[in-house]
């Protein structure tokens, strides 16, 4: 039995309804289409392998010849047979210690103000938007600040050129990407814990400390980590402060002498540094350099990823 | 401020006023509001509400949507000082004292008067912890001191028997009816005067409902209770004296205002209620 | 409850002292933390603005208009750097925004669940690959391979367009994340009632999402262009011109954008002269670029927050 339409739209057999009904994969304009759009997926993909197997290629006279060595031997500039990037890694991890000693309370005591104390009112909006602008401000500027305000007004106290300076740059450059996510974890909180805190004659101090913080720990904490990562790729603000770019001493001065006093470096510094040596020799130390900051950069981000995973909360 | 030895009813027919005082010596009204209204910025939210809650006595609040019911409730815990933009006119007094006087600290007024809420809200964290948060908060620090305040008030609120052995559980795992009795044996353990119950079995099955009006019973000799309900029969089961709300459009705004209209025992408001618009709403007509 | 009956009195009504001290001390500890943001917006500016003003006030206006960027030799021409960083940013911006629309896109409307949550990490771990590994990757493999091969080794080992390609990398996850929080804010209804007419997943997509999150879309482009324009590391790795530059309109040869030419004046032997006027050109580039990067960040901002509430 056939289906017939008004002849408007043309007899239609039964037959034919069926083929357009179930031929959707006949649809060749529309799968070509998402074939493009996977396509973008793809390339992203592509660069970021071309990118490790590049690293790795061209890292590898080291990683297979001399990695030990270059994991202990100091900043070089000059040679690269001696070159190596302990200063550096420990440069980095100094100022990530920094980073979170001064912008994490900071940044989530601000994030607490903001959604525990002020809600809608004006200053909150201000501040919110002056976060948000913050956030996106270039990195050089964050430089400009920390070599106008840590190393020359506040020389006294930082030391000058040091790694003071350089972590509390970071640390005002990292605030306000702390700033919002704790403020995304403060929002999640259900307002009905608050209620039932305050309803039984808690203050809002003892609401936040008792209840609201401790639920928002988890997404607190993937925040900070995710900013940590952020702050140990980064490379003007150090390069402005001061680090050492050519050949760093360290001697035998104690640790503490060193951070208060001394030059220092990190390892995006030192990777800049590297890349702009001419020599064929070069390419391999600073291959290698950046390998270990990507390879660091990406296992701190699946810190958070798991961290985000692992204690997500459904309300 | 006197100690008020008789309590008042009021009920407003075409637009008057009319009081009738009921000599009861023994009952001192726990709250009492002159005039109250709400607003929420420029938007008046419910106005010109005038009742004494009398202690030890379920006061009910009802009325239709948007009536005002359980913004007038949240005065009584200064609840509303927590919205930008709430503001309270008139006077709420309690025991006398000027509930919004400027020497008068929030915090130790919700101390005094607790809340349920519609949506039982236990912290995310184990039973006992839930009800040692509020005596923690007042200093009672001693493990041995605070093991009897969580027994005692689980045990008020019937539900000792049933958690008793795992008060370390989360307190997440209870049932909805469950959660909310926690929710009045955290209130209950920091010794309140007043409970305040903001349509508290709304979000519960008839069965667990029931167990909470049981309760509402029990623990009325020791605590004031106002309870704001969508449900009438609940209202004319469980108290003793009932405000009726209802919603009045502004011509101008086209905006609903919530005012009170009558305010009697409950036996009075559901059998000869003063004013028609009570009798509609009760006998099902509207709302 | 020692009042039962009898008078009360407000100061039965008060709070022990030490919990509202302590609640009240809390509090001024945060609202602090909170002002330290706008001390340090109303540093910046005050910072940038008074060197650059000192600056502009000083140099010979003749200089600002001549044939590049020496500052070391007083040659302050401005358009040279605008123009390097409009071709950096053009460059990227070709680069990116096909990438991380297309990303977006396909995210959010065409994968299934599964293959979502594989493939989304990959531009997470692209939004973490720190600026100088790009800076390297882009004189090591994309200056040799690609540009090479585009315009057959007429380019130099250090140029705008490897420059370009790397930042263009760089900005992708910021457009694609931004995009898929637009598309993703359009409702389901909208998308069903396309789909209810018999419209096909293609035509929904590019004739009914894609209008409704414009604005969003819009925004993510603004938030990509602020982004490259701000980057500094991989220009001053890979564009080269560390001395200076002249005016130049080739990408495939050298050149210079005004954050690399801060990076360049602000670290070395130049901070040891202060306050030289070459020093100084530095924070006038600064407050070029502070202010056009805000200007695009707030109205990138205004356009995101019509999609989505708050941050």
């Not at chain 2, 040692?132 to 000792?160: C, M, Q, T, Y």
Request: aromatic share 8%.
């Amino acid at each position: 039995m056939s289906l017939t339409t008004p002849d408007r739209f043309g007899a239609q057999s039964a037959n034919e309804v069926t083929v357009r009904l179930t031929s959707s994969s006949r649809d060749v304009k529309g799968r070509a289409v998402e074939w493009t759009l996977l396509s973008t997926l793809l390339i992203s993909l592509l660069i970021l392998v071309a990118l490790i197997v590049n690293l790795v290629d061209r890292a590898w006279p080291i990683l297979s010849g001399r990695l030990g060595d270059f994991l202990s031997s100091g900043i070089d500039a000059s040679s690269a047979a001696d070159a190596g990037v302990w200063q550096a890694i420990r440069g980095t991890l100094i100022l990530s210690v920094i980073v979170a000693v001064v912008a994490f309370p900071l940044g989530i005591a601000c994030a607490v103000y903001l959604e525990e104390y002020a809600g809608k009112s004006k200053v909150a909006g201000l501040i919110r938007i002056n976060v948000r602008n913050l956030a996106g401000v270039p990195s050089i500027v964050y430089g400009i600040l920390g070599l106008t305000i840590f190393v020359k007004f506040a020389g006294g106290l930082t030391g000058g050129r040091t790694v003071i300076s350089g972590g509390l740059a970071l640390s005002v450059l990292v605030l306000p990407v702390v700033i919002i996510t704790a403020s995304e974890a403060l929002r999640a909180v259900p307002r009905s814990i608050r209620e039932g805190a305050l309803g039984v004659g808690a203050t809002q101090w003892e609401t936040v400390r008792s209840h609201v913080l401790p639920s928002a720990a988890p997404g607190i904490l993937t925040g900070t980590v995710l900013a940590l990562s952020r702050a140990a790729g980064e490379a003007a603000p150090i390069l402005l402060v001061g680090a050492v770019t050519g050949l760093l001493r360290t001697g035998n001065q104690s640790l503490w002498t060193q951070i208060t006093d001394g030059g220092f470096t990190s390892m995006p510094v030192a990777i800049f540094s590297y890349a702009r040596q001419t020599g064929a020799d070069f390419q391999a130390v600073t291959g290698a350099a950046s390998l270990i900051l990507l390879i660091l950069v990406i296992l701190i981000n699946g810190l958070a990823i798991w961290l985000r995973n692992r204690f997500e909360r459904s309300w | 401020m006197s100690v008020h030895d008789s309590s008042l009813t009021s009920t407003r027919q075409n637009g008057e006023v009319s009081m009738s005082t009921t000599p009861e010596t023994e009952k001192v009204p726990v709250f009492r509001t002159r005039d109250l209204a709400v607003y929420y910025g420029d938007f008046r939210a419910v106005r010109d509400v005038n009742v004494d809650i009398n202690g030890q006595e379920i006061t009910a609040f009802i009325g239709p949507s948007g009536c005002g019911k359980s913004t007038v409730l949240r005065c009584f815990d200064r609840m509303n000082d927590l919205i930008v933009g709430a503001r309270v006119e008139g006077k709420v007094e309690y025991h006398g004292i000027d509930l919004y006087d400027k020497d008068v600290d929030a915090v130790e007024v919700r101390r005094r008067v607790g809340m349920v809420f519609q949506k039982p809200n236990p912290f995310p964290k184990s039973i006992y912890d839930n009800l040692a948060f509020g005596p923690r908060l007042n200093g009672v620090k001693k493990k041995g001191e605070l093991d009897a305040i969580v027994e005692s008030s689980l045990k008020r609120a019937a539900l000792w028997d049933e958690v008793k052995d795992r008060l370390k559980a989360s307190a997440m795992g209870l049932s909805g009816g469950q959660q909310q009795r926690l929710c009045i044996a955290r209130c209950i353990a920091v010794e309140p005067d007043v409970i305040l119950m903001d349509e508290p079995c709304s979000a519960l099955d008839p069965i667990a409902t029931a167990r909470i009006e049981d309760l509402m019973q029990e623990i009325k000799r020791d605590f004031t209770i106002i309870i704001v309900t969508h449900n009438m029969q609940q209202a004319a089961r469980v108290s003793d004296r009932t405000a009726f709300f209802t919603t009045e459009v502004n011509p101008e705004s086209d905006r609903r205002t919530g005012v009170l209209v009558e305010f009697d025992f409950t036996e009075k408001i559901f059998s000869n209620p003063g004013d028609e618009r009570t009798e509609a709403y009760v006998t099902g007509r509207f709302g | 409850m020692a009042h039962a009956t009898g008078q009360w009195q407000t100061t039965d009504l008060k709070l022990s002292s030490d919990r509202r001290r302590s609640d009240t001390r809390m509090r001024w500890l945060f609202t602090a933390a909170a002002l330290t943001t706008l001390v340090v917006t109303l540093l910046i500016i005050f910072i940038l603005f008074r060197d650059a003003w000192s600056f502009f006030v000083e140099v010979p206006k003749a200089d600002l208009w001549t044939l590049g960027w020496f500052p070391r030799r007083g040659y302050f021409d401005v358009k040279t750097l605008v123009v390097g960083t409009l071709m950096v940013t053009g460059i990227a911006m070709l680069i990116a925004v096909p990438l991380g629309l297309g990303v977006a896109i396909y995210l959010s409307e065409f994968a299934r669940p599964r293959v979502r949550k594989f493939l989304k990490p990959i531009i997470e771990i692209l939004a973490g690959i720190p600026s100088v590994v790009l800076g390297y990757f882009a004189i090591s493999f994309i200056n040799p391979n690609i540009i090479t091969a585009l315009v057959g080794g007429a380019n130099k080992a250090f140029n705008i367009a490897a420059a370009g390609v790397a930042v263009g990398i760089l900005t992708v996850p910021i457009i694609a994340s931004v995009t898929e929080d637009a598309l993703r804010a359009v409702p389901l209804s909208l998308r069903e009632a396309s789909y209810g007419l018999g419209a096909r997943r293609v035509p929904t997509v590019f004739r009914v999402v894609l209008p409704a999150s414009i604005s969003g879309v819009v925004a993510a482009l603004i938030l990509g262009i602020s982004r490259a324009i701000g980057e500094t590391m991989v220009v001053a790795i890979a564009a080269g011109a560390v001395g200076g530059g002249l005016f130049s309109t080739d990408p495939f040869k050298p050149g210079q954008t005004m954050t690399a030419a801060m990076a360049a004046l602000g670290f070395g032997s130049d901070q040891v002269a202060g306050d030289g006027l070459a020093f100084q050109s530095l924070f006038f580039i600064g407050f070029l670029l502070f202010v056009f990067t805000l200007l695009l960040n707030l109205l990138g901002d205004r356009l995101v927050r019509r999609v989505r509430e708050e941050y």
